[in-house]
């Protein structure tokens, strides 16, 4: 074709009218006006859902750009085809004076609003969703459960997953963003780790997240805790124990400094490095005061150079690493239920028997409540009350073991006593020292983090010892080193 024979190019408002186009261009349209809706949003209640930003800047965009390559693919659609046909474009024109102009003019700017409206209005909606404890534990249900349900029991069981998991602002929302893509992946192709592995190395700092609800510098002073235990004998026999636990602060202006709440991050810094993924050997601590005194602690016998990068700076999570998500040990569940009259004490041997029937190896959901029902039945051959014992039982099972996700108070360490876990005594064990020689609190001074008030069963425990007991240890002698016997099964 020779030049002179070739039709003069179209102009690019004739290229545009093609349905590619004219669709790319509504997207365009809906997207920007979800993009200003939501940009106002975000502004008015500042930060308020780490996921207003998702639609704002990921999704909108998102609709944008998809658009927008709908407009250019029509157009180049249009090229292709009108450089190969070289016919000539229709032209549209529209003409007010005309009534079919008006009538259609007047249905496309009717559908255009309700278009922007219905769009409004799905952004808003799935800003709430996605904000939701439903969209966190239960769009994927397997794998959360354990922690949807464990946190149902919790005292947070009315703050969303985001605020702890997310909490405000733009960095820490697009660095959830990149690992929960890579976790939708794990459970769409069914690689997610069982079970979910801690302490999550991502997890924003607590200053970021539990200290925006809680104020940090609270002088708490002592709290008053009592637990109930029933031993593994005969007759269930009760022994009880009353601290005082000296939680005290660690702010100078609203209370002494001191006692178990002094490593707070107010005025100074405890950092320490652990020798294990799971953050449950502590060979080495350094604390920083005001003034800029430093003191190193090791265990006897750690001598290893540290690497600054693996130490970490102590935060609440360090202590009250289950806010959330506490999967109860077999003992103090079965504990709790005594207590509350949901298992019955007089039935000889049932503590040691329920803990034995939750402990044994369960496949999933269903084997267990088989398995509990079969082997407490099999114990108990002509009792009647075992029906409602095996129920509680049963109860106990499914509110803190997950056999499908492998969860359960085995692979959950928490970190804020001593008895089950190292937790305090990671560090206070008594084999922790400065350069000088200097101890820390150690794990045998039983009255340092705690005051014994009163201890045993009967007219034992209603005395009261202000000043502190010398612990008496229902298991016969013992040493300080409680995690030896004690680890939840007992
Ligand atoms: C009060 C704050 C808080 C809330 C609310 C919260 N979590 Fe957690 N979550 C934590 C902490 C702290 C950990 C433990 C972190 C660690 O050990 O590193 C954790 C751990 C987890 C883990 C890792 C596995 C485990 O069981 O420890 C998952 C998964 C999880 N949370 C999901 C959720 C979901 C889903 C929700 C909402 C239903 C939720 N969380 C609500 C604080 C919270
Ligand atoms: C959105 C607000 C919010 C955030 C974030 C939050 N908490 Fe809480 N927390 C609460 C409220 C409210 C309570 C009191 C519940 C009650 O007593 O009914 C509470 C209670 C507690 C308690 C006392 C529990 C008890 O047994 O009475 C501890 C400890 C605690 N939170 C620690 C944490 C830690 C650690 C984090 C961070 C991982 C955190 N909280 C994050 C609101 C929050
Ligand atoms: C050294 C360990 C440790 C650290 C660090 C720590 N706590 Fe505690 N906290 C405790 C202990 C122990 C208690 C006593 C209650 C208990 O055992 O559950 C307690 C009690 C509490 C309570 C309940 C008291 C009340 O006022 O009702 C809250 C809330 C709390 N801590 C929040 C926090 C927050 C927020 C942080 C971080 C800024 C933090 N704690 C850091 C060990 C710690
Ligand atoms: C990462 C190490 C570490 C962990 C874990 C830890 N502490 Fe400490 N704690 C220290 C250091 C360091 C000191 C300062 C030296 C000292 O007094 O022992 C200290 C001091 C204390 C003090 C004395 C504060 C004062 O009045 O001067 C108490 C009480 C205490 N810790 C209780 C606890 C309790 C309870 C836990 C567990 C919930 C705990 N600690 C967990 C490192 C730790
Ligand atoms: C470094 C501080 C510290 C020292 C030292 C310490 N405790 Fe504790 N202890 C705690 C804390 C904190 C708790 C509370 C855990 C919780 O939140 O329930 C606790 C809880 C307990 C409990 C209840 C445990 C449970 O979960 O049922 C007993 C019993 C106990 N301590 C006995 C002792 C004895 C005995 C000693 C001395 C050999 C001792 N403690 C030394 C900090 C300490
Ligand atoms: C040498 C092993 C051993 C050591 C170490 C040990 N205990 Fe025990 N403990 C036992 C035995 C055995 C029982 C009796 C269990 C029963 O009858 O239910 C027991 C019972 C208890 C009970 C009451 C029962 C229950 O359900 O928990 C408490 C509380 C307790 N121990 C606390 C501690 C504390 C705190 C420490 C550390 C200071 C500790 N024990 C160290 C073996 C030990």
Not at 34 to 59: E, K, Q, W
Not at 86 to 99: F, V
Request: glycine fraction near 8%; proline fraction near 7%.
């Amino acid at each position: 074709m020779s030049p002179e024979t070739r039709p003069p190019s179209p102009a690019p408002s004739a290229l545009i009218r093609n349905w590619f186009s004219l669709v790319g261009l509504v997207i365009i349209t809906g997207s920007v006006f979800s993009f200003i809706l939501l940009f106002v949003l975000d502004a008015m209640f500042s930060a308020s859902n780490p996921y207003l930003g998702l639609l704002t800047y990921v999704v909108a965009p998102g609709f944008f750009f998809f658009g927008a390559a709908l407009v250019i693919g029509g157009v180049w659609l249009r090229r292709r085809k009108y450089s190969k046909s070289a016919a000539i474009l229709p032209n549209i024109q529209i003409d007010l004076s005309r009534p079919r102009d008006r009538h259609l003019l007047g249905w496309f700017l009717f559908g255009s609003v309700v278009f922007l409206l219905l769009s409004a209005m799905g952004s808003y909606q799935t800003y709430h969703y996605t904000e939701s404890v439903q969209f966190c534990g239960q769009a994927c249900h397997t794998v959360m459960k354990p922690e949807l349900v464990t946190y149902q029991h919790g005292p947070h069981a009315r703050v969303a997953c985001t605020e702890c998991h997310i909490g405000k602002g733009a960095t820490w929302f697009v660095r959830s963003k990149i690992s929960g893509t890579y976790q939708l992946y794990a459970v769409a192709f069914d690689k997610y780790p069982r079970p979910v592995p801690t302490p999550i190395k991502n997890l924003r700092p607590a200053q970021e997240t539990c200290e925006q609800c809680h104020w940090p510098s609270k002088f708490v002073g002592n709290m008053e805790r009592t637990y109930n235990y029933y031993l593994s004998d005969e007759s269930n026999s009760t022994w009880s124990i009353s601290l005082l636990l000296k939680v005290g602060g660690g702010d100078p202006t609203h209370g002494p400094v001191g006692g178990i709440h002094w490593h707070m991050n107010i005025g100074r810094k405890v950092e320490y490095f652990a020798s294990d993924e799971s953050r449950q050997k502590i060979p080495w601590i350094r604390t920083t005061d005001k003034s800029g005194v430093v003191t190193e602690y090791r265990a006897k016998g750690f001598t290893n150079a540290i690497d600054p990068a693996a130490i970490r700076r102590m935060d609440c999570i360090d202590c009250h690493n289950r806010p959330a998500h506490k999967y109860q040990t077999p003992d103090d569940a079965v504990a709790l239920a005594f207590s509350l009259n949901h298992l019955d004490p007089t039935i000889p041997w049932l503590k040691t028997n329920a803990v034995y029937a939750l402990t044994r190896k369960y496949t999933n959901d269903t084997d267990a409540m088989q398995g509990i029902a079969t082997l407490l039945a099999s114990r108990y051959p002509g009792e009647p009350r075992i029906t409602a014992a095996i129920d509680t039982v049963q109860q106990i099972y499914r509110d803190n073991f997950f056999p499908e996700m492998k969860a359960s108070w085995r692979n959950y360490p928490e970190n804020i006593g001593h008895k089950n876990w190292p937790g305090c005594f990671r560090c206070h064990d008594g084999n922790h020292f400065a350069a000088d020689g200097k101890s820390m609190i150690k794990s045998d001074d039983c009255n340092a983090c705690h005051t014994i008030l009163s201890q045993g069963t009967g007219a034992d425990l209603v005395k009261m010892t202000p000043a502190g007991q010398e612990f008496k240890h229902p298991g016969g002698d013992s040493d300080h080193d409680c995690t030896e016997c004690h680890s939840g099964d007992l």
